[in-house]
């Protein structure tokens, strides 16, 4: 306790240089924990909404993935009713929803568009999907409609002209090779926040997709868990006990994810190491002052006998009380920026790709402050050790003589 009250009285020897440096450190804690923050809502967000689209786990007939398909459903899954209701039993499986993937032409008699649709339970795809599925016009489809019922893009939905109440043409070549028809009636239109995909996007029911291909077949199972960070322990146990079938874990099937983490991942990385080295350099410079003028003092020290390491232990102290002093104040104002976001309403622009922006948030996470504040004293310390281990190693008279 001494040694750091002799600290502490060091670092207010020369008040207004204490307080630039201290500062120095806390906008570098801040700016780090913010940009860090920031990166972690973004990884977050972007895992959120891989696993909704994908669903946590995807289950296939193990050439799914393996192969391209030479006809519709060649891969398909048979059986999959008892498979489902197996795979809902699990402790932490929540919903699992059968999908058949179909392409195809759709025409409002005038004009025909290439459709990419997805047969599934539409009610529950609204339910998982959440914010990441957004009801732009009209209603979901509903249940014993005598014409089939189908959700559009919204790009689809605007290059044919079609609106809630439109009756469309739906094509698509069936599992055997040949061509089938079935009429349609727009519920509402929907968007994923992806242009491409709304481009092309058809939402259509189990039912109405397996007829349109004539077979009885599904061609994945998403499997949505309660949590997201419980997916490799469920992948590992559901993956073991049926080797029959094919288990995707959903980040191998997300590569925008992928890609974004690795672009930022570089890009914050980069700006840490920056943020770093100015607040390194910067409590260099302002110990080494201090260490310039305290010369005569470390020899006087020196000459009573302290050894060179305990002045360098002592400078370092210093430093890393400046270090901890300006982390807390980081730590403080990141953590104002961080519950001002929340209220502010602020938003991103839209991602390349994307139609629709996300709000800008700052995750307060307690492993990232800890492992700045961690970094900032360390670097604060090193500056210490670096500006005195020179000085404290002169010869007695030399820095007894130093003016």
């Known amino acids: 306790m001494k040694a750091l009250a002799l600290a502490w009285h060091n670092v207010l020897r020369n008040r207004r240089r204490s307080v630039v440096t201290i500062l120095i450190a806390t906008l570098g804690t801040a700016s780090m924990l913010v940009a860090g923050g920031f990166t972690l809502y973004t990884y977050d967000s972007l895992r959120e909404g891989a696993a909704r689209d994908f669903g946590h786990l995807t289950v296939s007939h193990p050439e799914f993935f393996r192969r391209d398909e030479e006809m519709p459903l060649q891969y398909g899954m048979d059986g999959h009713v008892a498979l489902k209701q197996r795979l809902e039993a699990h402790a932490h499986v929540k919903r699992v929803l059968p999908r058949v993937n179909l392409s195809g032409l759709v025409s409002n008699g005038e004009k025909s568009m290439i459709f990419m649709g997805s047969g599934a339970d539409i009610a529950g795809e609204a339910a998982m999907r959440g914010q990441f599925l957004t009801l732009v016009s009209g209603s979901m489809p509903g249940a014993g409609a005598r014409v089939p019922e189908v959700l559009l893009g919204v790009d689809l939905a605007r290059g044919l002209s079609a609106a809630p109440g439109s009756v469309l043409t739906l094509l698509a070549t069936t599992s055997a090779g040949a061509m089938n028809g079935v009429d349609v009636r727009v519920t509402g239109t929907v968007t994923t926040g992806w242009h491409d995909v709304d481009q092309r996007l058809v939402y259509l029911g189990i039912d109405t997709a397996q007829y349109l291909l004539a077979t009885d077949k599904v061609s994945t199972l998403a499997v949505f868990l309660d949590a997201t960070d419980a997916t490799p322990a469920v992948l590992a146990e559901l993956a073991s006990a049926d080797p029959a079938h094919g ?157």
């Open 247 to 403: 288990y995707k874990p959903w980040w191998e099937q997300a590569f925008y994810y992928q890609s974004v983490r690795a672009l930022y991942n570089r890009i914050f990385g980069l700006l840490g190491i920056v943020i770093a080295l100015l607040v390194f350099f910067s409590v260099s410079n302002t110990l080494a002052m201090a260490v310039v003028e305290r010369t005569r003092e470390i020899g006087t020290l020196r000459a009573l006998g302290a050894l060179p390491g305990e002045l360098v232990a002592g400078f370092v102290r210093e430093g890393a009380l400046i270090g901890l002093l300006g982390s807390a104040l980081g730590m403080l104002l990141a953590g104002a920026v961080s519950l001002s976001l929340r209220h502010a309403g602020l938003e991103m622009p839209a991602p390349p790709g994307r139609t629709v922006g996300y709000p800008l948030y700052v995750h307060a996470d307690p492993w990232l402050y800890a492992a700045c504040t961690a970094a900032i004293v360390a670097l604060c310390a090193c500056a210490a050790w670096l500006a005195s281990r020179k000085a404290a190693r002169l010869p007695i008279v030399q820095a007894l003589a130093h003016t």
